[in-house]
């Protein structure tokens, strides 16, 4: 029996900056995810689910993350988050090749 896996969808407040312009729209929603820094960030849910989703092996590791994230970018404004039970995708291609022999000198046309 495999283990679940866990990711967290952030459902935000509406935010204005000082000119009223809608930086988040109310009940919108954002996967967590890793940036390129390592940092846990956002990304929109309207898109594919991320290749960069921040992982949680159990629902205590959730509850902690929610108390300690300071969220990313500051405009996030946590209403409510949502826990998604998760799997990975794997795929088999081709990635180089590699020498396994030479043909003999008989066998080439």
């Known amino acids: 029996m495999k283990d ?21 729209m109310e009940d919108s929603e954002e996967w967590i995810v890793y940036d390129e820094y390592g940092d846990a960030t956002t990304h929109s849910v309207l898109h594919s689910v991320p290749d960069n989703l921040t992982i949680f092996y159990s629902l205590e590791e959730i509850e902690e993350f929610k108390k300690e994230w300071v969220p990313h970018p500051w ?13 990975p995708v794997y795929s088999t291609m081709i990635v180089g090749w590699k020498k396994t022999s030479s043909v003999a000198a008989s066998e080439q046309p």
């Open 75 to 87: 405009w996030i404004v946590p209403k409510e988050w949502k826990v998604v039970e998760v799997e």
């Open 4 to 24: 679940k896996q866990y990711a967290l969808i952030v459902v935000c407040k509406q935010f204005l900056d000082a000119d009223d312009y809608e930086l988040q």
